[in-house]
């Protein structure tokens, strides 16, 4: 016996135009929208499904005697939508990735609406769930060590928020970097792709609630995207609709590309530029000395017709292929007065967590990537970790050796002569011989980010404070304060007190068996009295380091950038440690600095101004450790 509805469903994530069809709802409100591909997980995340059945109304109670049987089936009016949410953070291309249930929300009929017009019910039921706050509690963020190039893997990120587990057991058999279990490595915190799978409840003829599915296959019900741990203000950011120029650049899309690239990275920083003509409002320091410097950003396709290849000996369905993406760094000296780049090299680390694709691809005599990638990637930018890397590479136009098919960079880094130097996201076609895509090998994807080199010395009482933070757009920005470091110590204590003691006696004879001497009150902690006790005692000592740092001045649009530290849930310093040496030893492949991220909590920052008429602010920023200071119990 099989349990159907009466009448029809449909369904898709909301706001949408409603279309016939279960199936082509959710199509439609998903792969065909650009905005729709990654969402924020504090928007609202709307899924609705409407009912219709004849003439009934959004006024009108479902009813057991609206129930009938035909054969074997058993028909009946929908009381309840049930929304199973799953998630992973391992889409494969194949449709085959583990997802894992987080909730399962049964739900009533939404409230009877009337039409304004002329105060009718709409024909049918709506049923509908807002689902960001689940999905909100199933994010963090994601680290990537100081000193490293990327994740150990897209999957299990880096240093990952939520659940404390353990980030640094693996295997020692079989994948290099494979987790032993998925207990061992908490998952990648930063975002989630998320399956909901809606099913029916109807009411039988005996008024038995019956659990059913659509007539098609429940895997055709499933609307599958992608939320990242991002935040969008009213007055600043487009939320639902865009188009191929506004909150959509972040998702990095095939059919995002024109001659002037509108991808980005996932930061709001206002350091960009479209070409390498012009240069930004703006270039954070980083000094040659730094280790943590990254960019971000979410990959939905690898696929990209621009960089496809021109040769017609190629099959047409080989000719949209990737064979590799990298970050691409361009130098530019003191003395280059010019827009061409001193020295221009890659940085391939984010590579190794792409999804490759090797079936389907006779005729190309490599592998190259798969279509859909669906997820986050990092990679670290900052001089120190560019100088120290292997990972430099240039460009290998013949495709030869193996995988990812780049060439091992002998030229200049950064040097003491670099002024500033500029980061964009390249694809490599694929081709099936050299050059056989006439030159346009590589394509620039996103925006160029700039950064200059801060060549001053640390003052000689302290040094620089450098900051990392969440971003509003999910990804993980840094800033170095560099003007009036304090650090001082907060303390508490909790006192008691106790009864004194009664009297001092002092003993005048140094033997027992003196004259007046009573030998019962001998002892060590009497002799000479009880006085180190008593009275008022300290129970407990609380403690709190306190720093403040102020940073240079700073124009309007840097200062409304550096303002989503103060609103960050996440802050943290750069600090040399005994613990993060010791980590070091133990481990240099996965904490290869002994510099590590120490968690703070932003307890007030104040705004001051520098200069009117030019703009000019500075921050006063002052901090405490995220860990206490430890103190005796008396």
């Given at each position: 016996m099989a349990n159907k509805i009466n009448g029809t469903c449909t369904w898709g994530f909301m706001p949408l135009t409603w279309t016939s069809g279960w199936g082509s709802n959710t199509y439609n409100a998903f792969p065909s929208k650009h905005t729709n591909y990654l969402k924020s997980v504090n928007d609202p995340l709307r899924f609705q499904v409407q009912w219709h059945f004849g003439n009934v109304d959004e006024g009108t109670e479902p009813s057991a005697a609206n129930s009938t049987s035909s054969g074997s089936d058993v028909f009946g009016d929908v009381v309840n939508i049930i929304f199973d949410v799953e998630v992973t953070v391992d889409p494969t291309t194949s449709g085959g990735a583990t997802y894992k249930r987080i909730a399962s929300i049964k739900k009533s009929r939404d409230i009877a609406n009337r039409r304004y017009q002329d105060d009718s019910q709409p024909l049918g039921h709506r049923f509908t769930i807002d689902i960001s706050s689940i999905l909100a509690d199933q994010l963090s963020y994601s680290l990537c060590p100081i000193g490293k190039g990327t994740w150990q893997s897209r999957?299990?990120?880096?240093?990952?928020?939520?659940?404390?587990?353990?980030?640094?057991?693996?295997?020692?058999?079989?994948?290099?970097?494979?987790?032993?279990?998925?207990?061992?490595?908490?998952?990648?915190?930063?975002?989630?792709?998320?399956?909901?799978?809606?099913?029916?409840?109807?009411?039988?003829a005996d008024g038995n609630l019956q659990v059913v599915t659509h007539q098609n296959t429940i895997s055709n019900h499933s609307a599958i995207f992608s939320v990242i741990n991002s935040v969008n203000q009213f007055d600043l950011d487009k939320v639902y609709y865009g188009s191929a120029y506004d909150d959509s650049m972040y998702a990095i899309d095939a059919t995002r590309l024109s001659t002037v690239a509108q991808n980005d990275f996932l930061t709001k920083c206002p350091n960009f530029t479209f070409d390498l003509q012009t240069r930004p409002e703006i270039m954070p320091l980083v000094r040659t000395t730094d280790e943590a410097l990254f960019v971000q950003w979410y990959a939905r396709r690898a696929v990209e017709r621009v960089i496809n290849t021109s040769s017609t000996s190629v099959s047409t369905a080989l000719q949209h292929t990737c064979a590799g993406f990298a970050i691409r760094v361009d130098t530019f000296d003191y003395s280059n007065n010019t827009n061409t780049p001193t020295d221009t090299f890659y940085l391939i680390d984010c590579n190794s967590l792409a999804d490759t694709d090797t079936s389907g691809n006779s005729g190309y005599a490599h592998e190259v990537l798969a279509e859909y990638q669906m997820g986050n990637f990092i990679q670290n930018i900052s001089p120190k970790f560019i100088n120290?890397?292997?990972?430099?590479?240039?460009?290998?136009?013949?495709?030869?050796?193996?995988?990812?098919?780049?060439?091992?960079?002998?030229?200049?880094?950064?040097?003491?002569?670099?002024?500033?130097?500029?980061?964009?996201?390249?694809?490599?076609?694929?081709?099936?011989?050299?050059?056989?895509?006439?030159?346009?090998?590589?394509?620039?994807?996103?925006?160029?980010?700039?950064?200059?080199?801060?060549?001053?010395?640390?003052?000689?009482?302290?040094?620089?404070?450098?900051?990392?933070?969440?971003?509003?757009?999910?990804?993980?920005?840094?800033?170095?304060?560099?003007?009036?470091?304090?650090?001082?110590?907060?303390?508490?204590?909790?006192?008691?007190?106790?009864?004194?003691?009664?009297?001092?006696?002092?003993?005048?004879?140094?033997?027992?068996?003196?004259?007046?001497?009573?030998?019962?009150?001998?002892?060590?902690?009497?002799?000479?009295?009880?006085?180190?006790?008593?009275?008022?005692?300290?129970?407990?000592?609380?403690?709190?380091?306190?720093?403040?740092?102020?940073?240079?001045?700073?124009?309007?649009?840097?200062?409304?950038?550096?303002?989503?530290?103060?609103?960050?849930?996440?802050?943290?310093?750069?600090?040399?440690?005994?613990?993060?040496?010791?980590?070091?030893?133990?481990?240099?492949?996965?904490?290869?600095?002994?510099?590590?991220?120490?968690?703070?909590?932003?307890?007030?920052?104040?705004?001051?101004?520098?200069?009117?008429?030019?703009?000019?602010?500075?921050?006063?920023?002052?901090?405490?450790?995220?860990?206490?200071?430890?103190?005796?119990?008396?």
């Open positions: 999957r299990y990120g880096g240093m990952n928020g939520g659940l404390v587990n353990q980030d640094n057991v693996l295997s020692t058999s079989g994948t290099v970097g494979n987790p032993i279990s998925d207990f061992n490595v908490s998952d990648n915190g930063t975002y989630l792709s998320v399956k909901v799978t809606p099913s029916c409840e109807i009411i039988d120290d890397t292997a990972a430099v590479k240039s460009e290998n136009t013949s495709r030869s050796g193996s995988f990812p098919y780049w060439s091992t960079y002998s030229g200049n880094k950064i040097t003491d002569n670099t002024n500033f130097y500029c980061v964009s996201f390249v694809k490599q076609a694929a081709s099936a011989s050299a050059n056989a895509d006439g030159g346009r090998s590589l394509s620039v994807v996103t925006r160029r980010r700039w950064f200059q080199i801060d060549r001053q010395s640390d003052k000689f009482a302290f040094g620089f404070v450098r900051f990392h933070w969440l971003n509003c757009k999910g990804g993980t920005d840094s800033y170095t304060a560099r003007r009036d470091v304090v650090e001082g110590l907060s303390v508490s204590r909790d006192i008691v007190e106790r009864k004194s003691s009664d009297k001092t006696w002092i003993q005048n004879r140094a033997t027992a068996g003196g004259a007046n001497l009573d030998t019962s009150f001998v002892s060590d902690t009497m002799r000479g009295g009880n006085i180190y006790k008593g009275g008022r005692e300290v129970k407990s000592v609380f403690a709190d380091k306190t720093n403040s740092v102020y940073t240079e001045p700073l124009i309007k649009a840097e200062a409304k950038w550096l303002q989503e530290m103060l609103l960050s849930p996440n802050v943290w310093v750069e600090m040399e440690t005994g613990a993060s040496k010791f980590n070091n030893n133990i481990n240099p492949y996965l904490r290869p600095s002994t510099k590590e991220y120490i968690p703070v909590l932003i307890t007030n920052s104040e705004v001051e101004t520098v200069n009117e008429e030019q703009g000019l602010v500075t921050f006063n920023i002052e901090y405490t450790l995220a860990h206490k200071v430890k103190t005796q119990r008396n």
